[in-house]
């Protein structure tokens, strides 16, 4: 409850932490709904949600001014009237104390809790809750601060409800992150298993220059759901192999940093429509100079010549954006920095730039290693920077299968 | 809609984005349901909103696995069978041409309109949107991929629903984006105005490594919102001058390198903590060729030494984390690229590497110049990517207050 994130001022954060912490104890949450700070439209929502739910969580609009209704709005849908709690009150009168301010009478409305209900104690503020069974429906009502909102879940909402949950039933998530394929490839490769399951399921979802598949288990206890999901997990592990780079948070230069370090090599980036952006994501991960001694932003022509030793004829015969000069930029910066591999990206990352021949979007990465050098052509089509991005994907990628090479 | 939205493991922004634009042409947003992928709760949740609502406007669902059932959805809730429509199948066919791959049955799923609807073409993806008028009320469903959602929205929903609008109250908001004070410094400098105001009020946000000043004013037509607007950004602006760096979206890069190609200066970069950062922010900035010619990511001390001329003994004597590297770097880079300006940064970015005397987080920046070359020392105590960001936030701020001296 809150006009500000209907009015898109903010981002409803505190709907993210309560529908991971109630999936985490097994609560299937099937609908939420954000509403502005009036009487009726609340009044209604909660009606709606009581008839189709047996809990009803509300979070926002108990603060101390006029624009807070939320708690005479569950007194209106439940026809239950306002009652000071007394607990409550001296709990404000005691903040207040150590604040060495006066409360107002504002402040005091915070106490009021609708017949048959309970006030749930917050640690953080002024806002009790709100925690009432009204005709099979547990409605809740926390305030909307998030660090208020987090502490009255952890220590009153999480723990009651658990305790009333019927089997003990349980949801847990895995993500498995691919790379290499497109997400109808991903989807054809493990058609049989996506189509023969319904516990875990599996959701695949299109990510930036990857595809991320979440794996979903609905147990009555964690061991069973991380048994099915290792199960699962393995099957398309079965079919999709070396694609699947990492799980959960995982991220695609962690992978490649990880295995270039167990291998003992190091490398250099020569980077020009990327601009740096493949030695930044080197670098965001701990631990990376142990492989990454640095690299050359090549992004004027100039550059490729003095710094990488890129033939000036041969920027003239095949133009920057080609695989001839992606190769040449691999193999002068991985001499230069004395490197075991040498990776570079050139391409016309756009919006202006193309031509007929070579358009915006077109890309050529380039990898050189002792024994050899190799080049890829890509066509993104997308906007500037989701160009540089899935460049500086397909960059990595690369990296990583010379890496699988060596250790397959 | 999504089920990883109700799982929790992902935060709705884009419900943010979209009830920020609909206020600022004036739809009154009043109920905001989010559902997971099924058929059956979309179309109760669509029925319900088409009754009390006269547009109702639906993102995600629209992808080409089976999960994506928002199409369908819109088809069963309207009694409107579903049709290809040609112009997105070839769309579909000439969006896979280009990526010279093939695409499944799957994909052409996303051709399909309920009867009577019209394709939103979708400029960055493959998912065309719906646009659909049904027994009085305007049904919209854009993809869930917030890049593809935006630009549809921005082409062709907001002009729709514009045209649409009866007279009536609108909300416009503007923001101010401030770099090199703090939140307390903007706040105290802005105390009076801030004080005052009532319509528009002023909001400030603390940004990464900037302050936000968001002003919003509700007014009954459009260009009396803009005069109240302009009126209150003009006194913000006399009394934070040359700290406004650009308004709404704009980025410091952006402002920057403006900055440098309206000066004639070329720059380079010499990054060793921020990896990249600083040269991949200044070549998202479309037409950045012009100012950067490239930069140097040295990473190794071996790298500082051989590229860009630092001292073995200056590297001894002061440490690779020290204003005296920090300055040869720079120097370094502007004579290595034969740039105006040469810019640097060098520091712990964390979470560890950190000594007693040289903390986690401790940055120092070099600007060089024709006529000198100052340094910065800073001390960020975030985690290793938002100490990387405002490193490259100061070091942009640095090169931002030499260009404004030299116009000045």
Do not use: W
């Not at 402040?107 to 017949?115: D, G, M, V, Y």
């Not at 020569?270 to 990454?292: D, H, K, M, Q, Y």
Request: charged content about 25%; aromatic content about 4%.
């Amino acid at each position: 409850v809150g006009t500000e994130l209907l009015l898109g001022q903010i981002t409803d954060t505190n709907a993210t932490f309560i529908c991971r912490e109630l999936a985490a104890i097994g609560v299937d949450v099937y609908f939420r709904t954000t509403l502005g700070d009036n009487l009726g439209r609340i009044v209604e929502a909660i009606r709606l949600a009581a008839a189709r739910s047996d809990v009803v969580l509300l979070t926002g609009g108990l603060g101390p001014t006029p624009d807070d209704v939320t708690r005479e709005a569950i007194a209106e849908a439940t026809g239950r009237p306002l009652r000071e709690d007394p607990a409550s009150r001296r709990a404000i009168e005691e903040y207040f104390r150590k604040l060495e301010r006066e409360p107002t009478a504002a402040n005091f409305k915070q106490a009021l809790i609708p017949e048959g209900g309970r006030a749930i104690p917050n640690g953080a503020g002024t806002a009790p809750g709100v925690f009432l069974e009204h005709e099979g429906t547990v409605i809740i009502a926390l305030p909307g601060v998030p660090r208020e909102m987090e502490q009255m879940m952890r220590r009153f909402v999480l723990p009651e409800l658990r305790a009333r949950r019927p089997e003990g039933l349980i949801i847990k998530s895995r993500v498995l992150r691919v790379i290499g394929l497109g997400e109808s490839n991903v989807v054809k490769m493990a058609e049989e298993i996506l189509a023969r399951q319904t516990n875990p399921t599996i959701a695949p979802l299109a990510g930036r220059g990857e595809v991320l598949l979440r794996i979903t288990a609905k147990c009555s206890s964690e061991q069973e759901a991380d048994e099915r999901i290792a199960e699962t997990e393995a099957q398309l592990r079965q079919v999709l192999g070396e694609h699947i780079y990492g799980v959960d948070q995982a991220t695609l230069e962690e992978d490649v940093v990880g295995r270039l370090i167990r291998a003992g090599k190091t490398i250099a980036v020569a980077e020009s429509c990327t601009g740096g952006l493949i030695g930044n994501r080197i670098t965001n991960v701990s631990g990376s100079s142990r492989c990454f001694p640095g690299g050359v932003v090549a992004y004027a022509n100039e550059a490729k010549m003095a710094l990488l030793g890129v033939d000036q004829d041969l920027l003239a015969k095949h133009g920057a954006v080609s695989a001839e000069v992606a190769a040449a930029m691999a193999t002068g910066v991985r001499e230069l920095f004395r490197a075991d591999l040498g990776v570079s990206a050139t391409g016309i990352a756009g919006p202006t730039g193309g031509t007929a021949e070579k358009p915006v979007g077109l890309v050529f990465i380039g990898l050189a290693t002792a024994e050899s050098v190799v080049t890829e052509r890509h066509h993104f089509l997308r906007d500037r920077l989701d160009n540089k991005f899935r460049t500086s994907q397909a960059a990595l990628a690369l990296v990583r299968s010379y890496l699988l090479g060596l250790s397959g």
